[in-house]
């Protein structure tokens, strides 16, 4: 199975976590293509699965996220399964900056993107990942990778991407 992880990035924290992802999979026999939301239109990708991921910044999916989930040619995807993921903020410390940082993740890019895609008609695994990321430009935490690497290993197991 080809599966195309297209990702956005600010900092290098999404780009990251789409590396995890292509080489869990590649590691259990796929093919697997990184593709830049900054340089690849989507139109132009091609491919049995399609994993979308984005930085949730202020709550939201970036633009260019948002731009390429909308022109996914529905023609091609639209039996193809899909899944997302998104890079948040860890909470800091405290009630107050916890409850603020909720806020801006609790329905961050991957939960936009899934309606999204969902609204378009498109098959959409329920199950997102979400990544925590330390501070507002990184590293990811500890628990990334690992975490990356068991859900491309949930949605294999799963075969519904």
């Known amino acids: 199975m080809r599966f195309v992880i297209a990702f956005d990035t600010i ?10 992802l292509a080489s869990e999979m590649i590691k259990h026999g796929h093919d697997a293509v990184l593709v830049d939301m900054k340089r690849t239109k989507p139109r132009e990708v091609e491919g049995d699965a399609l994993l979308l991921g984005s930085p949730t910044r202020l709550g939201k999916m970036s633009r260019r996220a948002a731009r390429f989930a909308k022109k996914i040619d529905h023609d091609v995807w639209k039996d193809r ?5 998104d890079t948040i903020m860890t909470p800091p410390k405290g009630r107050e900056g916890q409850a603020k940082v909720m806020r801006w993740t609790e329905n961050g890019a991957a939960i936009r993107l899934r309606e999204l895609l969902s609204k378009r008609g498109f098959k959409v695994q329920e199950d997102v990942l979400r990544v925590e990321v330390m501070g507002i430009k990184g590293p990811l ?9 068991a859900w491309a290993r949930d949605l294999l197991a799963a075969s519904q991407v």
């Open 81 to 85: 399964p899909m899944a997302v993921f």
């Open 141 to 149: 935490t500890k628990e990334a990778e690992e975490a990356s690497r």
């Open 11 to 20: 900092y290098g924290n999404t780009r990251k976590v789409a590396e995890y």
